[in-house]
């Protein structure tokens, strides 16, 4: 490799670490194209490297997202980012997932039989692929503007809904056997399955981007302040309360917008740091939960030992948890 080739190659390795962590830091895709696209163009005119120039990517992203913000310029992309449009292009590819774990599972524990009928087989992958992201989808929506326990509620009765409707496909399927599955009605499953994630991703039309919405209203302001804030801060309703209500105050102090006094609502919350107790509060109990399900799978008669290494497994994850909680929370009171 000449010289040329090795500054190209430290050039694109630095632009991409920086891509990396303007994305980490959430700021919306066409912000860092053009960060980038500038970073870029000056290494070229200059021929210098861009560490020479900029320093270590994640410094140069610091500066460049602080400079927008003394400017007054949007930085970070609107929420949600769920789009309901990706239920059915992702659910298919979560249930070619969910096949592919069953067909291993079949391969090494069965040899490849199966004692499921094909009708159930079928409707646990797709409609649990669908289930999965509708809840996904339902929660980050619902929280944007609720409170975390409303996002519970209605994430809950997602996959209730969808319990429900395998549970009763696997019922029709008892009752009016359709045929055997086999190992290679799963291999085909799969297939199909991200077959019809691909043509749905080709058909459906694609979602309008989200636009910098500017000027706001103070009362729409103060909704997307407290959405951003419990979607990436992972705060809980209390400090959101707490974050509104001085925002709100000292523009009324100030006699101005909110719009005006702090720019916009996404740009605002993003100088708030995640709550991290908060996110392992809430990574403890859905890991605590997961290992409760998982255990009344391995309860005999019907327990096997892949039902007792996932009941480890969940329940490690939550213990890992707890145990950040409990040290995080023994710092604050030192």
């Known amino acids: 490799m000449n010289e040329a080739d090795r500054r190209s190659a430290d050039v694109e390795h630095w632009l991409d670490s920086a891509r990396f962590r303007l994305a980490a830091a959430n700021v919306a895709s066409p912000v860092r194209d053009e960060m980038l696209e500038r970073a870029r163009l000056l290494v070229d005119q200059t021929g210098e490297s861009p560490t020479g120039l900029f320093g270590p990517p994640g410094e140069w992203v610091e500066e460049q997202i602080a400079e927008r913000r003394s400017q007054g310029l949007p930085c970070v992309a609107p929420d949600p980012s769920a ?97 055997e599955a086999s190992a290679w009605h799963l291999g085909l499953l799969v297939l199909a399955c991200a077959l019809g994630g691909k043509i749905l991703d080709r058909l459906l039309p694609e979602q309008e981007p989200r636009t910098w919405r500017t000027p706001r209203a103070d009362d729409e302001w103060l909704g997307v302040l407290a959405g951003v804030l419990r ?46 107790p908060n996110r392992a509060r809430r990574k403890a109990w859905l890991y605590s939960a997961l290992a409760v399900l998982a255990a009344i799978t391995a309860l005999p008669p019907g327990s096997s030992w892949s039902a007792v290494l996932v009941t480890l497994l969940w329940g490690a994850l939550a213990t890992r948890e707890w145990r950040r909680l409990r040290r995080s929370a023994g710092r604050g009171q030192r």
């Open 83 to 179: 789009s309901w449009r990706d239920v059915p292009v992702m659910g298919m590819y979560v249930a070619a997932g969910l096949g592919a774990v069953l067909l291993a599972l079949a391969l090494i524990k069965r040899s490849g039989e199966l004692d499921y009928d094909l009708l159930g087989l079928v409707g646990f992958t797709v409609v649990g692929g669908l289930t999965v992201m509708t809840a996904l989808t339902a929660w980050e929506k619902t929280l944007s503007r609720r409170p975390v326990g409303v996002a519970i509620a209605v994430g809950g009765a997602v996959v209730l809904g969808g319990a429900l409707g395998v549970a009763l496909l696997f019922g029709w399927g008892r009752d009016h056997p359709t045929a």
């Open 231 to 276: 979607l990436r801060a992972d705060m809980p309703e209390s400090r959101v309360h707490t974050i509104v209500a001085e925002a709100h105050a000292h523009a009324a102090e100030a006699g101005s917008t909110l719009q005006e006094e702090f720019g916009r609502p996404e740009d605002y919350a993003s100088q708030f740091s995640v709550d991290e």
